[in-house]
């Protein structure tokens, strides 16, 4: 199934599943392959014809995905996670790319965007959009896709205090 227009969202919020971090390859920009190669080395990532890729697991996960013991997944690279991390599983486009122009359709200050999500991920409700979904999670995500914003809230999973605690640990 193809990318949907944000108007068919209620709300996305991550469950911290980790699907997209072990179904998907992740393309890195050569900043980001060279950042973090000078840091982990070489072998934390692959290279393929003319692109970079973050490297794997045996089971096919993403090399910095772990298990913390309340079951959900967590990146160990964090707020250096490569960029197509951080705006998955939404699209940011100038123009409508995938049908839909009008559902896709969304004005941030006065810029007139194509924002579409991945149906695979299972954060997305579906349903008429919530105001936290227009107000706080897509600007979120255009901002983080713009290069305007690096801290992450809205846009990826939430901390809450015991999964914080779990985290410190780690
Ligand atoms: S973005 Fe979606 S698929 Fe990825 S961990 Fe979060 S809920 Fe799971
Ligand atoms: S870098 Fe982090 S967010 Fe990206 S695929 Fe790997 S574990 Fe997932």
Redesign the pocket.
């Known amino acids: 199934m193809g990318f949907v227009p944000w108007r068919y969202v209620n709300s996305w919020y991550c469950n911290g599943c980790?699907l997209?971090?072990?179904e998907?390859e992740?393309v890195l920009t050569f900043n980001e392959w060279l950042n973090i190669t000078k840091t982990y080395g070489a072998g934390v990532t692959r290279a393929g014809l003319n692109k970079f890729y973050?490297g794997k697991k045996s089971d096919g996960?993403?090399?910095?995905?772990?298990a913390v013991p309340d079951g959900r997944?967590?990146?160990?690279?964090?707020n250096n996670?490569?960029i197509?991390?951080?705006v998955?599983p939404f699209k940011i486009l100038n123009k409508p790319k995938y049908g839909g122009a009008n559902e896709a359709l969304f004005n941030y200050n006065g810029q007139n965007l194509f924002v579409y999500i991945d149906p695979f991920c299972p954060g997305i409700r579906w349903g008429p959009p919530s105001t936290e979904l227009i107000y706080k999670v897509i600007p979120e995500f255009i901002e983080v896709a713009s290069g305007l914003r690096q801290k992450q809230f809205y846009s990826t999973m939430r901390m809450t205090p015991r999964f914080y605690m779990f985290y410190k640990k780690y």
């Not at 996960?61 to 772990?66: D, N, P, Q």
């Not at 997944?73 to 964090?78: D, E, F, I, P, S």
């Open positions: 980790g997209c971090c072990r998907f992740v973050m996960s993403c090399i910095f995905l772990y997944r967590l990146c160990g690279l964090q996670k490569p197509a991390c951080k998955w």
